[in-house]
Antibody
């Protein structure tokens, strides 16, 4: 059974740092793309970062240069190192696994989030 | 960046009625669009991918259609557990991966 369990959230002052973890089971994090998606209180979903299975990483403009996504294959865990935190980073942070769908007409491989963790709340406030 | 605009923002219907939710993209995403359902305090759940394919375990009352810039999620006959927030998401042109702002489906 696929499971994703996030941890590491909490209250931090503006300018501070946190590291979120996402422990995976039922699959290996190196076998697919993995993302972090956040949701500010009462707001919609915002993609934050993605770790490509080949090792490339991608970031939303709002976090580039401050957040770093990484993974540890030995622990089967995805991480999000968050530095220089701002009040607008306050949100529930979800990790999500991609699954791949190949379009037989175009040959394009689209990816969608098929499994999500339960989320961990990050609050940035003085 | 592809912007996804969902309408309406809120939809008020009764159980047993048909729900039609819309998602419009600022440029073509071909058919690479997904729909997610989110209930309060829960993570989103994948309902539809590639515009019209149901994800595993999703009831047949959920269907998706559309291509290019205009997409629709239809729930043929609402069950009490279907009242939630629904998001569309595109995976054609990324990064960034973008979501619509959501449609809240509430009980009338």
């Amino acid at each position: 059974e696929v499971q994703l369990v996030e941890s590491g959230g909490g209250l931090v002052q503006p300018g501070g740092s946190l590291r979120l973890s996402c422990a995976a089971s039922g699959f290996t994090v190196t076998s697919t793309y993995m993302s972090w998606v956040r949701q500010a209180p009462g707001k919609g979903l915002e993609w934050v970062s993605l770790f490509y299975s080949g090792g490339n990483t991608f970031y939303a403009d709002s976090v580039r240069g401050r957040f770093t996504i990484s993974r540890d294959s030995s622990k089967n865990t995805l991480y999000l190192q968050m530095n220089s935190l701002r009040p607008e980073d306050t949100a529930v942070y979800y990790c999500a696994r991609d699954f791949e769908s190949r379009d037989p007409l175009t040959g394009y491989y689209a990816h969608y989030f098929d499994y999500w963790g339960q989320g961990t709340l990050v609050t940035v406030s003085s | 960046e592809i912007v996804l605009t969902q309408s309406p923002a809120t939809l008020s219907l009764s159980p047993g009625e048909r729900a039609t939710l819309s998602c419009r993209a600022s440029q073509t995403v071909r058919r690479y669009l997904a729909w997610y359902q989110q209930k309060p305090g829960q993570a989103p759940r994948l309902l539809i991918y590639d515009a019209s394919k149901r994800a595993a375990g999703i009831p047949a009352r959920f269907s998706g259609s559309g291509s290019g810039t205009d997409f629709t999620l239809t729930i043929s006959s609402l069950e009490p557990e279907d009242f939630a927030v629904y998001y569309c998401q595109q995976r054609d042109n990324w990064p960034p991966i973008t979501f619509g702002q959501g449609t809240r489906l509430e009980i009338k």
